[in-house]
């Protein structure tokens, strides 16, 4: 082979060299434009199904707010009713150690047994309550509540 030859065949396999590395290269170019977009399309697909989903959680969050603060309004009821019955059951239990107190405590006056008139009737009750009035104030040491006395009539 001459020399010319040889040249050109060195020529040839230069270029067909160079030609295959801008392939390579073009080649290489394309592949980091599609994982480009690639990665893009998944931001996006990543904000769009954010946004789709925000309102859901955020719909979500707020109903379990709700709950929580009906919940917590709940029990706050059930603690004031509780503690009104317990206050109630106390005072009813006090109010019957009263009246048991009194029952054995009062002498019923001679003549109170039984009536034999209206006036009788009304003295002997004035009397019981009179002496129901003091004893409250003895048993709770405290000022009798106003009890309005019989009046008799004629």
């Known amino acids: 082979m001459d020399r010319s030859t040889k040249q050109l065949l060195m020529i040839v396999l230069i270029l067909a060299l160079v030609l295959a590395l801008a392939y390579l290269l073009h080649y290489h170019m394309q592949i980091r434009a ?5 990665e893009r ?5 990543n904000e769009a199904a954010e946004q789709l989903v925000k309102p859901a959680i955020d719909g979500l969050r707020s109903q379990q707010e709700r709950l929580q603060q009906q ?3 709940q029990e706050a009821a059930r603690q004031r009713e509780e503690a009104i019955r317990q206050r109630e ?3 009813a ?3 019957r150690a009263f ?3 009194f029952i054995a405590q009062y002498e019923v ?4 047994d039984s009536w034999d008139s209206e006036a009788q009737m009304v003295e002997c009750t004035n009397h019981r309550i009179r002496a129901r009035r003091e004893f409250r104030g003895e048993f709770f040491r405290e000022p009798a509540p106003n009890q309005l006395l019989l009046e008799g009539t004629r």
């Open 34 to 38: 599609v994982n480009n977009m690639l």
């Open 41 to 45: 399309l998944g931001v996006v697909q």
């Open 71 to 73: 919940h917590r309004h």
């Open 89 to 91: 059951a106390a005072e």
């Open 93 to 95: 239990r006090t109010e």
């Open 99 to 101: 009246e048991r107190a």
């Open 109 to 112: 006056p001679a003549g109170c």
